[in-house]
């Protein structure tokens, strides 16, 4: 569900003469994703194995370690923002703030390897939170009979945090990729290496170099800021360079 309200047409809304367009918007939405149509089924395997007498006989092992109370993945977000145009179309600015709530998060779970043959199985996860903004700018810089050359900037700032893992008597998931509560899904952790030149000969031996004794965080698993730059070159109708 959204919604749209061009602002500069209201009488009461200021007229400057760089201003085309003034429109603000806000939009909600929900929707959900469905774990693998095999996620949740345990199976086993036949295997040929050796009784104590040393006859070949059947035996089973376990095969795919499904997860019985496997849910569905359910999120919902609202965003709001606003567009202008300006200066006779010339430029056009873009801003949009969001944030997006998602429950029973689908991630996979590494399972140690005297399970058997499945390495990972999925997981529900308890709680998650996203938000952040977009700002995007477009501006024709030239425009003639035969040329006209388009720039477009945007950037984007991305915030995450997984507020409950849901899970009783765990701290976390994974080892040096983890989803740990208070710390972005997927983050990376790893042991702290420290080194000092003690007896100050300019190199760094074995014994100068500490690694920590635990894990810590080292960074998110997404980007948290990004940047792009685009042009478009054209020339007539004949072609152009993007």
């Known amino acids: ?47 040929a194995i050796a009784d104590p007498d040393d006859n070949i006989v059947s035996g089973v092992n376990l095969g795919a370690s499904g997860n019985v109370d496997l849910k569905p993945e359910k999120s919902s977000e609202i965003e709001t923002g606003f567009d202008a145009d300006m200066f006779g179309g010339r430029v056009g600015l873009a801003f949009t703030w969001f944030r997006r709530t998602t429950t029973d998060i689908i991630v996979n779970e590494p399972l140690p390897p005297s399970l058997g043959p ?34 477009n900037v945007s950037g984007s700032k991305l915030s995450s945090e997984l507020l409950a893992l849901g899970l009783v008597g765990v701290d976390f998931l994974g080892t040096t990729e983890r989803h740990a509560p208070g710390f972005p899904l997927g983050s990376s952790f790893d042991y702290p290496v420290t080194w000092a030149d003690a007896n100050g000969d300019g190199l760094i031996a074995v014994s100068e170099v500490t690694v920590g004794a635990e894990r810590e965080f080292i960074g998110p698993g997404l980007p948290q800021r990004e940047f792009s730059l685009g042009t478009t070159l054209r020339f007539g109708d004949l072609f152009q360079v993007y």
């Open 1 to 47: 569900a959204s919604v749209s309200w061009v602002a500069s047409d209201e009488s009461f809304f200021p007229q400057p003469d760089w201003l085309n367009l003034f429109r603000v918007r806000a939009a909600w939405g929900a929707s959900g994703r469905q774990p693998s149509s095999t996620a949740a089924i345990q199976t086993l395997s036949v295997d």
């Open 118 to 151: 499945s390495s990972s199985r999925s997981q529900n996860l308890g709680k998650a939170r996203t938000q952040g903004f977009e700002l995007g700018i477009g501006a024709t810089v030239l425009s003639t009979d035969q040329i006209q050359w388009d720039l």
